[in-house]
């Protein structure tokens, strides 16, 4: 019985980077020793059929958390701002659970370790959005060149979601978290703390980051015990992009001493002409090397 397990969850739309996720995964000789379950966010059936004979179980994520009609608007996929917080109700047999959105896949097997081990004794493995190389960890508006308006992504979202200012000033300036990437074990306590700022999060906010927040506030409100992992864990390249290492066939990480990208994620796109990587496949970007030559690559996973 496998012990460990990765989930990830897409729709019909997203289904070839879910595709790509597994891929990914499956490549490594060590993945038969852990679970792939998937959550259908409205995936067809011929989807669903084809991935079966991949993973090892496939769940139709729920509104774990009532949402107004309203706010959803259609938007099933939106499920994944609330079903990934309840991951050991869809799969209760595994101990150890690795999230990875399906805009990222893995590329060195040793962060996918490094995330299990990360979440040993009821902590939480996560990644912060701050490194090396970012210029600007949060956005403040000027007023008469003295006063400032905090815009940072934390501060705004909660104050939209109506948290208390007292909560909202602790996550001000905090580094914020991505969620695409997280680790956790079974019992942990941080499930019910997430959960619970989930509550409060969904009745004033929008659905969208709505769990990204409530996690934050676990972090540095309720100060849930954490792992912080390199950035090269969940690497977001819209923030930040890679360097390519053609002696090894690898990405790394743009700066000294280039660190091996361990999860290469796609959130919020990389745009070309209109168009999002995600989404098109054709789409290539000009990506230095360590030895300064530019080439044009795709970002997405390709065997």
């Not at 940072?152 to 948290?163: G, L, M």
């Not at 905090?174 to 074990?185: R, T």
Request: with cysteine; net charge positive; charged share 25%.
């Amino acid at each position: 019985m496998k012990k460990n397990v990765i989930v990830s969850l897409a729709d019909s739309n997203y289904y070839p980077l879910l595709n790509e996720l597994i891929d990914s995964i499956k490549r490594f000789k060590d993945n038969n020793n852990v679970a792939i379950c998937i959550l259908d966010a409205g995936l067809s059936d011929h989807q669903k059929k084809e991935l079966s004979s991949k993973v090892d179980e496939i769940k139709s994520a729920e509104w774990d958390i009532k949402v107004p009609d309203s706010k959803v608007k259609g938007r099933e996929w939106l499920k994944s701002q609330v079903s990934r917080a309840f991951l050991p109700k869809y799969f209760p047999n595994y101990e150890k659970y690795l999230w990875i959105d399906c805009d990222a896949w893995v590329n060195d097997w040793k962060t996918v370790e490094i995330y299990f081990k990360a979440c040993d004794d009821g902590r939480l493995g996560i990644t912060q959005t701050i490194g090396p190389g970012y210029k600007i960890t949060s956005r403040v508006d000027w007023v008469f060149g003295k006063l400032a308006i905090i815009k940072s992504q934390n501060f705004k979202h909660a104050v939209k979601s109506k948290i208390s200012y007292e909560k909202a000033r602790k996550l001000a300036f905090s580094p914020h978290i991505n969620i695409g990437v997280f680790s956790l074990e079974k019992n942990s306590m941080c499930w019910n703390s997430w959960q619970e700022n989930l509550r409060q999060t969904l009745k004033s906010g929008e659905i969208f980051g709505s769990e990204q927040l409530a996690m934050n506030m676990s972090v540095y409100v309720d100060n849930v015990e954490t792992e912080f992992l390199p950035l090269n864990c969940n690497w977001i390249t819209s923030n930040l992009l890679p360097k390519f290492d053609e002696e090894n066939a690898t990405f790394v990480e743009p700066y000294l001493p280039n660190y091996k990208i361990g999860i290469m994620h796609l959130a919020a796109g990389i745009w070309k002409d209109d168009k999002d990587m995600r989404l098109n496949k054709d789409i290539k970007i000009e990506i230095q090397t360590l030895a300064g030559k530019i080439l044009n690559k795709s970002l997405r996973f390709s065997n």
